[in-house]
C-alpha cells in the first residue's frame, strides 16, 4: 500500500496578504498629484500620510518559551535531551510526520512510501517542494547521505543509531526516489525519527563527535523555522523559514529562554517577559490558574519519571568502570528498594494528583503498549516485606541500626537528582525517609547537570525520565547491550548501561513483526522484564502541566487534540500553528481560547490521514530524551 499527501491547499491566507498589500499600493497611487513639481507643503503632507501608513503595520511579534534544560547539542547526529531534539523538529523535516489528532504517521519529507512483498526494500517518494532555507532543494540524495553517515560513522549514529543499525543499504536512484534496503524486517519504518539534513552544508563536518553546529548562523534546514542564534545556557531564537512548504508560523521569532529556576520562569510569565512556562509544579499551576491573561494547560502527559539504577556500567569490549555501589548489582537489593516506596503517596502529595502511579515503562496515555504488572508480579509498597527480603539476603541490620552486607559495607546510596527539578529533590526526602526505617542511607546529589556522573556511571541512582511518543521502539532500544559505549572513554546511546540478554531478544523480535497487535504484545512482555529486573523504578507519569499568556498567544495547537500537550510533541504542530493574539482579537477567533486547535491546521492533516496509512504502524520516540 502507499500513502499519499493530499493537494496542497489553496494558500488563501497569502492571498489575503496580497490584497491587503495591493490596497496600499492602490491608496499610495490616488494620493500622488499628477504634477511631479508639487509643492513642498505637499510634499511634506504626503511624508506624514506615508509615515502614519507606517507606523499602522503590525509590530513584530515575538513567542518566548521558558526552557530550564541545556542544550546538549545542536548536531542532530548528537543530540538527545528533550529542548535539543524539539528544536531540531522544527528545524529539520523527518521523512514522516505524525498526525495532530492521533499521532498516525503522516507526510513529511516524503509523500508516500511502499514496502517490497518481503518487507525488506522500502521506497520513498520525495516530495518536490521543500526547500533548504539557503534556497537548495531538499532531494532524496540528502536523506540517503544522512542515513548513510549514521551507518558508516559511529559518532554520526550517537543520538539515533538505533533507527539505522538494521539498514543494508540505502540509495537515490533520483532526486524524489529514496530506497532503503534492511536486513530483516524493521516496524519502524514509518517512524524513523532522523532530522534529515543537507548534504552540501554537512559533508564538510570532519569530525561528527566534536561538531555541535553552535557556530555559524542561520542554520541552514527544511523545517517550519530556521535557526538564528544561540547562546549557551542563555538562549535559542529562531525565525519562520519562508520556504516551508506547509506555510511559514506566524510569530516573527521564536526564541526559547534559558532559566536554571522554575519559580524565575514563572515570575517572567506573570510580568508578560516569556510567553508559555512547561513544567509547572502544582503549585506554581494552581497560583496561575487565578492570573488574569494566563491559561494553564492540564493534560495526560506522555513522560514517566523513574528510578533507575546503575546495573554496574560497562562499555562493549566488556571493561567496566564508575563507582556504582556493588550491592544494588543484586537484585535482592533492588526488589527491596522497590517494595519500600508508595508510589500512591508520591501521586498525592509530591504531584497533587496532577499524575499517575507508575506501572509499567510506557505511559497509559499510548494504550496499545501500556502494561500493567499482574497480581502477583507487582510490588506494592510493603515495608515490612523488603525488611524480610534484605534479612534473607543477608543484609542485616547492624548495633547501629545500618544495613551492611556480608562484606560489612553499609547500604549507603547517592541518587542524582536534576538541581532544576523540585519533583526530584521532593521525591528524595520521602525516599530517605522510607529506606531510612530500612536501614539504609541515602544522600541525594542535586546537580545542574547530571550528565558527567551519569555517563561516567559514577552514580548508585538516578532520578530518570523520557517522553515517550506512540512508537515506543527508542525509549526501549536505549536499554539494549548494542547501545553501550564502545569503550569506556567513549559515549554510548544507553540510558543506565543496562544490557540483559532476554531484553535484548524481545527488542529484536519486535522490531521485526509487523502486525501492530502481535508487535504490540512482544513490547508488554518487554516491560514486563524490565520490572522484574528492577533496574526501572517508574514511580509516576506527570501531567504535563504548563502555561501560556493569552495575550501574546491568540491559539496554538495541543497534541492530542483532545487533552493535549504543548511542549515536546510529537511534531512541530504547537508553534508552528500559534497564531499573536493581536491577529486573533479582530477576527471572532476568541484570543485566549485554550481549545488549542488551529482550524487551518486541523483540516490539512484530516485530509492527509483520510488518504490512508501504511499498515497504522505507531511510532516510537523522537530521540525525546532525558530531562
Known amino acids: ?222 523545517g517550519p523555522f530556521v535557526i538564528t542564534d544561540f547562546k549557551v545556557d542563555q538562549y535559542i531564537k529562531l525565525k519562520p523559514n519562508k520556504k516551508f512548504w506547509r506555510g511559514a508560523p506566524k510569530f516573527d521569532e521564536l526564541v526559547f529562554k534559558y532559566y536554571k529556576d522554575g519559580d524565575a520562569a514563572v515570575a517572567a510569565l506573570q510580568k508578560g517577559e516569556v510567553s508559555f512556562v512547561p513544567n509547572l509544579t502544582p503549585a506554581q499551576a494552581a497560583a496561575l490558574k487565578s492570573h488574569e491573561n494566563i491559561k494553564v494547560n492540564d493534560a495526560p502527559g506522555r513522560r514517566f519519571f523513574a528510578l533507575a539504577t546503575n546495573p554496574g556500567a560497562r562499555a562493549k569490549d566488556g571493561r567496566t568502570f564508575g563507582n556504582g555501589h556493588k550491592a544494588l548489582l543484586d537484585p535482592e537489593v533492588r526488589k527491596a528498594l522497590f517494595l519500600a516506596v508508595d508510589r500512591a503517596t508520591l501521586v498525592d502529595k509530591v504531584f497533587q494528583g496532577h499524575a499517575v502511579e507508575g506501572e509499567g515503562y510506557i505511559p497509559p496515555r499510548f494504550s496499545s503498549y501500556f502494561w500493567k504488572p499482574a497480581e502477583g508480579q507487582k510490588r506494592s509498597y510493603d515495608p515490612a516485606e523488603a525488611a524480610r527480603v534484605l534479612d534473607a539476603a543477608g543484609y542485616r541490620l547492624n548495633g547501629a541500626g545500618k544495613r551492611v552486607g556480608k562484606d560489612g559495607r553499609p547500604l549507603d546510596f547517592r541518587i542524582l537528582c536534576h538541581a532544576t527539578d523540585p519533583n526530584d529533590k521532593a521525591v528524595g526526602k520521602y525516599l530517605q525517609e522510607w529506606w531510612g526505617k530500612l536501614g539504609i542511607g541515602l544522600k541525594v546529589e542535586c546537580l545542574d547537570s547530571v550528565s558527567d556522573p551519569w555517563v561516567k556511571g559514577d552514580y548508585d541512582l538516578a532520578f530518570d525520565g523520557w517522553s515517550v511518543n506512540p512508537d515506543p521502539d527508542y525509549v526501549l532500544s536505549i536499554h539494549t547491550c548494542g547501545t553501550l559505549p564502545a569503550t569506556p572513554k567513549d559515549t554510548g546511546a544507553t540510558d543506565n548501561f543496562i544490557c540483559d540478554r532476554e531484553f535484548d531478544a524481545l527488542y529484536a523480535q519486535q522490531a521485526a513483526e509487523y502486525d501492530p497487535a502481535k508487535r504490540a504484545e512482544i513490547v508488554k512482555r518487554m516491560q514486563s522484564r524490565l520490572y522484574d529486573t528492577g533496574y526501572m523504578n517508574v514511580l509516576a507519569y506527570p501531567n504535563a502541566l504548563e502555561a501560556y499568556r493569552t495575550d501574546q498567544i491568540g491559539s496554538i495547537t495541543t497534541m492530542p487534540e483532545a487533552a493535549g500537550n504543548l511542549w515536546g510533541q510529537d511534531g512541530y504542530w504547537s508553534w508552528w500553528s500559534a497564531v499573536p493574539a493581536a491577529r486573533t482579537a479582530g477576527d471572532g477567533s476568541g484570543g485566549g481560547s485554550s481549545a488549542g486547535v488551529v482550524t487551518g491546521i486541523g483540516a490539512a492533516v484530516v485530509a492527509v490521514v483520510a488518504i490512508g496509512i501504511f499498515l497504522g504502524l505507531r511510532r516510537r520516540s523522537t530521540a525525546d530524551d532525558r530531562e
Open 1 to 222: 500500500m502507499v500513502t499519499k499527501a493530499p493537494p496542497r491547499p489553496a494558500p488563501t491566507h497569502r492571498a489575503v496578504r496580497l490584497l491587503a498589500a495591493a490596497g496600499v499600493v492602490a491608496a499610495s497611487l490616488m494620493a500622488v498629484p499628477p504634477s511631479a513639481h508639487a509643492a513642498p507643503a505637499a510634499q511634506a503632507a504626503r511624508a506624514a500620510q506615508a509615515a502614519a501608513r507606517a507606523d499602522d503595520k503590525p509590530a513584530p511579534t515575538t513567542l518566548t518559551v521558558a526552557v530550564s534544560q541545556s542544550v546538549d547539542s545542536l548536531s542532530p547526529f548528537l543530540a538527545q535531551k528533550l529542548v535539543s531534539t524539539s528544536i531540531h523538529r522544527l528545524a529539520y523535516e523527518y521523512l514522516t510526520n505524525y498526525d495532530v489528532k492521533d499521532a498516525r504517521p503522516i507526510p513529511g519529507l516524503a509523500t508516500a512510501w511502499k514496502t517490497s512483498p518481503d518487507k525488506l526494500t522500502w521506497t520513498y517518494t520525495i516530495r518536490e517542494d521543500s526547500l533548504w532555507s539557503d534556497g537548495k532543494p531538499a532531494t532524496a540524495e540528502d536523506a540517503a547521505w544522512t542515513f548513510n553517515t549514521m551507518m558508516t560513522d559511529p559518532n554520526a549514529a550517537t543520538a539515533n543509531g538505533s533507527f539505522t543499525a538494521n539498514f543494508k543499504k540505502v540509495t537515490a536512484p533520483d532526486p524524489q526516489t529514496l530506497v532503503i534496503e534492511l536486513k530483516k524486517p524493521q516496524a519502524t519504518m514509518t517512524a524513523l525519527d532522523v532530522p534529515i539534513v543537507p548534504k552540501h552544508v554537512w559533508e564538510k563536518v570532519t569530525d561528527f563527535s566534536k561538531f555541535n553546529n553552535d557556530r555559524q548562523f542561520p542554520i541552514v534546514g527544511n
